[in-house]
């Protein structure tokens, strides 16, 4: 992630010998170089300034999936300098429900208006966000997600005294009579790819009643704080379609034998953990993608007599194809939209 962004590049403008971009005249060749790296740095300024963020959330107990929330938003994110406003408009994803469920998405009146109305000539709306005079973090649009739409990218459980393998800890052959092994058993959505190739940033928290136990060993390299009752690992990044376990052997602090068994039971009942992730950078999970349009640049908005004040529904998008939000920036010399950036994030809530 802390390469350059897909598009962000150089090589993103068209050689000196084409003569036309969409249709366009090309005019690279013909405008000062110092005037075409603004425009570059000014799209990578509203790129940063508003962004589209999805999240996704789901609580697990007793290995099953009993709740899910998933969302997302356009959002602000930086205020780029001697910059009031920015242009948006969003592209459908490939699942209807998606899509209908984006058409009541909910718009702030105050941040956003509608500056072309799609649904007439059945293509993308333009919005006109400001970004002067708005808090940093302002929603533009909102919108729910369908859990039924949306595959978890990621499931796991918390199971207790397994499952085991003889190259990890294992409860018959390393776990004392006063230890206890947990295990959280997690597999990546295989669906993700190509869309989202990996989940990158996971990391795992497995907490336990405080001053009860105290770490023993774990199967990968993990971080333990003893003040919380804490083990967390840092997993980085995983493919899509990986699976696997992470393990953890406690030991129980001045527990009597004669009431282990009450004692394991009672702190069972209490261990939870807490998953994080991050999407691949660039992509959503719902397929819903938005670009961003330099007022600087467009000059021809077409017809914008009939503008509409921002209401509570989105209209309809049912013929623009959908885009690849990690396309190039587009050449700064020619009027025209460049991709928005995406960001993804996941949080899944495990209890026995």
Known sequence: RGGEEPGDGDGDAPGED???VNGRPNVAGGTDGAEVHRRRLRRRDLRQAVVMVEVWKGVVKSNKLVSVDAHGAIRRALAPFNVDSVLFRMHPSKSLDIDAAFQVASVHNKFVRVVE???RKNVSSTFSAALSGI???A??????????AV????QASIVIGGPSSSSSPSASSDAAPRQLLVCIPYAVDPELAPAIPSLVDVSFTLSFPPDVVALVK?????????IQSKVQWALGALEAGTHGVVRAIVSFKNADRRQLNETIERVSKDIKA????SGYPGRSYSGLAFDLGDLGDL??????GDLGEAGTHVPPDQGAEAVDSTEALGDPSCDQFFAGHVRTFGELQLSV
Request: include cysteine; charge should be negative; glycine fraction near 8%.
């Open 18 to 20: 084409e003569t036309s």
């Open 274 to 277: 807490t998953i994080l992730f």
């Open 117 to 119: 109305d799609g649904s």
């Open 218 to 226: 774990t199967s990968h390299p993990a971080e333990w704080c003893p």
């Open 139 to 148: 929603t533009y649009l909102k919108y729910a997600l369908p859990s039924a």
């Open 151 to 154: 595959r978890p990218p990621l």
């Open 135 to 137: 808090p940093i973090d």
């Open 299 to 304: 000059g021809d908005l077409g017809d914008l």
